[in-house]
């Protein structure tokens, strides 16, 4: 995914299918961290401008049809995906 670039593959894709054929991961949320930094450790590359868009493209992922500021189930969730899938 890349925000602020992509909009694909967008809110309506079929993550959970994915999953469940060990195509994709899932998210186990952990204590909330910094969701920025969380997100580049994770392999989200994005310039700082790019921030709603980065929120967007993760709540399509990770947090369908949730809207709204960043809040403290987004960065649980990030801070989670950043230990269990740290980019190489």
Sequence with gaps: MAPGRKIDPGPLFDWPRLVAKGLAVSA???DPGDFLEDARRFGYRFAPEHLPALLTSFRDRF???????????????????????PAA
């Design 28 to 30: 186990a949320p952990a």
């Design 63 to 85: 947090r369908p049809g949730v809207t709204g500021p960043l809040d403290d189930a987004d960065r649980a969730l990030m801070a989670g995906l950043a230990a269990r899938w």
